[in-house]
């Protein structure tokens, strides 16, 4: 399995919107709704962020939404403040029990 | 509240076998609709699956590393193991182990991961 394609960087100034692509195939992405977002700070284990592509686990802002477009999900951070910055990972179910993380976003606020 | 913990040695000489423990607290590795997972992030670099083990026993591999991999678990200590053979320092990274959330397929609780180097 190919790791999703997500861009490497993005950065937006605080208050404005960033949005994040997560693209994979019809295997994986495409044909599942099982795709979840992670949030990673330097030093720290990952945190999730959105689960079955739009849900928000408790606790979680509600200034992060998902989204899925085919084979192309989405990350969206709005009204961004300064401890939304680190790196962005994406994660899809791919079938036969087997997962594929995204590579990564970095992203910076300004 | 849910809580994992991951141990073993933080080097290991190339050829050897690589083995790491996740322990696990607040809740029973053996009910729930869980898959206890293992997770790895080589240094600089995105996260890699590596596999993981239901409650009901079931294991399910990467992959790319079915052939050098074991995971088990023993519920008398609540807590699930990770064994990697023949081990080169492509296998060098923090090793994370979380739990998978059967109904969303989503890693909801993590612990704060081991960094393991693979080095003469």
């Known amino acids: 399995q190919s790791a999703l394609t997500q861009p490497p960087s993005a950065s937006g100034s605080p208050g404005q919107s960033v949005t994040i692509s997560c693209t994979g195939t019809?295997?994986?992405?495409?044909?599942?709704?099982?795709v979840s977002w992670y949030q990673q700070h330097p030093g720290k284990a990952p945190k999730l962020m959105i689960y079955?592509?739009?849900e928000r686990p408790s606790g979680v802002p509600d200034r992060f939404s998902g989204s899925k477009s085919g084979n192309t999900a989405s990350l969206t951070v709005s009204g961004l403040q300064a401890e939304d910055e680190g790196e962005y990972y994406c994660?899809?179910?791919?079938?036969?029990?087997?997962?594929?993380f995204g590579t990564g976003t970095k992203v910076t606020v300004l | 509240q849910v809580q994992l913990q991951e141990s073993g040695p933080g080097l290991v000489k190339p050829s050897e076998t690589l083995s790491l423990t996740c322990s696990v607290s607040?809740?029973?590795?053996?009910?729930?609709?869980?898959?206890w997972s293992w997770i790895r992030q080589p240094p600089g670099k995105g996260l890699e699956w590596i596999g993981y083990?239901?409650?009901?026993?079931?294991?399910y591999y990467d992959p790319s590393l079915t052939s050098r991999l074991t995971i088990s678990s023993d519920t008398s200590k609540n807590q699930v193991s990770l064994r990697l053979t023949s081990v080169t320092a492509a296998d060098t990274a923090v090793y994370y182990c979380?739990?998978?959330?059967?109904?969303?397929?989503?890693?909801?609780?993590w612990g704060q991961g081991t960094l393991v180097t693979v080095s003469s």
């Open positions: 607040g809740v029973s590795i053996s009910s729930g609709d869980y898959y």
């Open positions: 979380a739990r998978l959330l059967g109904s969303g397929l989503a890693l909801d609780y």
């Open positions: 994660s899809s179910y791919a079938g036969s029990n087997y997962f594929v």
């Open positions: 083990i239901y409650s009901s026993g079931s294991i």
């Open positions: 019809s295997s994986d992405v495409g044909d599942y709704s099982y």
């Open positions: 079955e592509v739009t």
